[in-house]
């Protein structure tokens, strides 16, 4: 059934829906927080990237580089 057919149904329950979601999103965002905090911890040391990270790996790597080359000039404009 259509999205629109399924919201026009006078059976459907919106809010239980919507309840729904929102707990989905909440329970989401919770373990993300806890998964953060792993990342921080003593025995985390390097993981696997996925193929797709590997761009934003070399972006990262270039803002550090550029943000050091930049610090060191203003030092040396001191």
Known sequence: MPRRE???DPAAD???IVAFGTQVLEEDADICEVNQMGLRSMRHKAGVLMPEEYDLHRFHNWV???????????????
């Open 14 to 16: 919106i809010d239980n």
């Open 64 to 78: 550090r580089e550029r943000h050091a080359a930049l610090a060191h000039q203003s030092d040396l404009g001191r």
């Open 6 to 8: 399924a919201l026009a």
